[in-house]
């Protein structure tokens, strides 16, 4: 394409020019006024001499017409996957595609932006991906912006006229103008809860283009029996749950579908609430003096979450002098309080080389036997005392020991070892020390030899013997450490040893402590994966399957990272709760925002894009009702009309080559120049 201009191009400063034209025009008038002869022919010449000064140029320039540049943004995110919008946003594209490749000089560019995985970037980034296109596309060249969307964009500019966008934005709804949908709105949920306490969850059933009428909630709080309620829609709801555990309390609240509602990913809601031990409440019971009878009590008091009762027998079994028992204590013990009727107020019950007398009858034991196999923990720390006729063993208490004394005593040196089961189970693995064929502690002397299933063993002693047996009885747990001498490890005897890890992680184990039961699945993020973990003791660990927040679920292969822990790895794809089952364990781990904001409303909106659309003078359109056309536009011209979005026609170019001539550099020029200075001379000469 061919352009011609003037332009000009003054052989000296301009205000030069100025000096000389305004002497010159001065000159023609004071002679005008003097009534000289030739004024015309002077104002002739000097209009000729400040032409020439000012040199003007014809330029001729050859342009590149430049094509018009105008940007899809397309909605991939979480609130976009039902069938319906996924097919019409697919065929809003498709469509866009060729009616623009219709237009003349004009290209088309597509940014696909999807929901964002952290709270930084949570959400639908519309914006943000348009701003991104925009860095490449010079403003000159912007013909305008096209967004196929469900509306529920979270990065909109607060100010529709500030928004800086330098051409009309069109907005095209991929949804419809009646959808409906019902969904649970978590308004105050605690993350932390005393374990035996009730927490408030607070929420609502948020209902679009519904009958409004009650509807029927069901809250699953763990293993504990489901709440069902009635709740008005768009009313806040309170309901207190159980905290039945520490650790993860998966609190689930699940409301029946709308009938041909637009999605069914909202209509339940999880919180995790994780559970918390106010005070840990410790039952010791000490029986034959012993040089480590201290150390369970400075653990125990060393622990100020630990609030500690340490009942001791004061004479010794063999010690007959007829005292009466109730004379014995320093202060009246309150046994019966203890055992029978707060028994179930402890969390965990130490038995300290404890042999059987008549302080605590049959009927005591028995109870503690009861005790514990409805949920309650029990600790034998044992010397000779277990294998005489005298020990606990033949107590009530037997119902649930698992390791029964054979009645001898093994004694010789030897160093505790882990079991092939203790290298796995979280109490033993990786004991400080344990690494390597051969622990690197101390040694011990003596244990008590007992029939223990090879499974419940974790620590070997003399001989291969049981040491250490960790056993399930009924929903409580029971530890037997079957040597009297761990003090020596407390001591630095032969190099010492982990005695207050190992028995911190065996208190803590009873207390059924999150972080350290054998067979536990989690997740965890790790940068832009979902880690997955599964403790078990088994050799193998099934894979799991993982409920994403959209409702898709992929399955994980895991491997074994350690003795007892296998892991897997899932890619993160969307932000919030992760739900995960390998089939006998449930977890949740989040990911991202938890709270996603993809979920919180899903009903398809004109609102948020239409003041953006309007301060550019783009439009909105709804694809249920057609696919606008797209037309080419001049500037100041509307952008926008029933059926069709406009694209503005920027008529931008790129000069490739500029060829100047000046006009007073051509012979013809300087011939009529110099005509005029000789007939000016030839008047002036008559």
């Known amino acids: ?61 050859t342009r590149e017409e430049l094509s018009d540049i105008a940007v ?23 469509a866009l595609r060729q009616s623009v490749a219709g237009l003349p000089g004009t290209e088309l560019r597509v940014v696909e932006v999807t929901s964002g995985i952290s709270a930084e970037d949570d959400g639908t980034r519309a914006f943000a991906g348009l701003n991104q ?116 309390n998966i609190i689930e609240i699940a409301v029946p579908p709308l009938a041909g509602e637009i999605s069914l990913q909202n209509n339940r809601a999880v919180t995790v609430i994780e559970g918390v031990r106010d005070r840990l409440r410790v039952l010791l019971v000490s029986g034959e003096p012993h040089p480590g009878e201290r150390a369970w009590r400075n653990l125990l008091k060393a622990d100020p979450s630990v609030d500690l009762v340490h009942f001791t027998i004061l004479r010794p079994p063999e010690k007959q002098d007829g ?111 344990s690494s390597g064929e051969e622990p690197s502690w101390g040694r011990w002397f003596r244990l008590v030899d007992t029939d223990a299933k090879p499974e419940e063993t974790v620590m070997s002693g003399l001989d291969a013997r049981p040491l250490l047996v960790l056993s399930r009885q009924g929903d409580g747990r029971v530890a037997q450490l079957l040597s009297d001498q761990g003090w020596l490890w407390a001591r630095g005897y032969d190099g010492g040893g982990p005695q207050t890890e190992l028995l911190r992680r065996m208190a803590h184990w009873l207390m059924k402590e999150p972080d350290l039961e054998e067979e536990a699945l989690g997740g965890r993020q790790a940068g832009k994966d979902l880690v997955i973990e599964r403790r078990t003791m ?43 089952s390998d089939g006998k364990l449930i977890a949740v781990a989040a990911a991202g925002s938890a709270d996603a904001r993809e979920m919180s409303s899903l009903i398809a909106t004109a609102a948020v894009l239409a003041p953006i659309a309007a301060a550019t003078g783009g439009g909105m359109h709804w694809l249920q009702d057609a696919m606008p056309r797209a037309v080419k536009v001049d500037p100041g011209r509307p952008m926008t009309g029933a059926g069709w979005i406009g694209l503005r026609a920027n008529h931008a170019y790129r000069v490739t080559a500029v060829a100047d001539t000046p006009i007073f550099a051509t012979l013809l020029s300087l011939a009529v120049l110099l005509l005029g200075l000789g007939a000016l001379w030839y008047r002036e000469g008559r």
């Open 538 to 580: 088994a050799d193998t660990a099934e894979p799991v399957v993982v409920t994403l927040p959209s409702g898709r679920t992929e399955t994980v292969k895991l491997r074994e990272a350690s003795p007892g822990r296998f892991q897997g790895v899932l890619p993160v794809t969307e932000a919030g709760l992760y739900r995960l």
């Open 133 to 248: 296109a925009l860095a490449d596309i010079p403003p000159e060249r912007f013909a305008g912006a096209i967004m196929i969307t469900d509306g529920q964009i979270h990065d909109a500019p607060e100010e529709a006229a500030r928004s800086g966008i330098g051409g009309p934005v069109h907005g095209l709804i991929s949804g419809s103008r009646s959808e409906s949908d019902r969904r649970i709105v978590l308004e105050k949920a605690p993350r932390f809860g005393m374990v035996g306490q009730e927490q408030t969850v607070t929420f609502r059933v948020e209902e679009t283009n519904g009958p409004g009428t009650p509807v029927s909630i069901t809250v699953v709080a763990g293993g504990a029996e489901p709440i069902v309620a009635d709740v008005t829609p768009n009313q806040s709801v309170s309901l207190s749950v159980p905290m039945s555990h520490g650790g993860q």
């Open 1 to 61: 394409m061919m352009s011609w201009s003037i332009s000009l191009a003054p052989a000296l400063p301009w205000m030069v020019i100025a000096v000389l034209a305004a002497a010159g025009v001065l000159l023609v008038v004071l002679l005008g006024l003097a009534r000289a002869r030739g004024s015309l022919l002077r104002a002739l010449v000097l209009l000729l001499l400040l032409a020439a000064l000012v040199n003007p140029v014809i330029r001729n320039e």
């Open 323 to 433: 005292t009466p028992t109730r004379e014995l204590a320093l202060i009246a013990f309150p046994t019966r309080e203890l055992f029978v009727d707060k028994l179930d107020q402890f969390d965990l019950v130490i038995f300290d080389r404890y042999r059987r007398q008549t302080v605590l009858p049959a009927a005591y034991m028995a109870n503690i036997a009861r005790y514990v196999a409805e949920g309650g923990a029990v600790l034998i720390a044992s010397g000779p005392d277990l294998a005489d006729e005298d020990g606990l063993y033949y107590t009530p208490l037997s119902d649930v020991i698992a390791a029964a004394p054979t009645g001898k005593v093994a004694e010789g040196p030897f160093k505790p070892k882990l079991t092939e089961q203790g290298r796995k189970h979280p109490v033993t693995r990786e004991l400080p020390g």
């Open 72 to 94: 899809a943004v397309i909605d991939r995110s979480l609130s976009q996957q039902s069938d319906e919008r996924r097919a019409r946003t697919d065929a809003a594209a498709e």
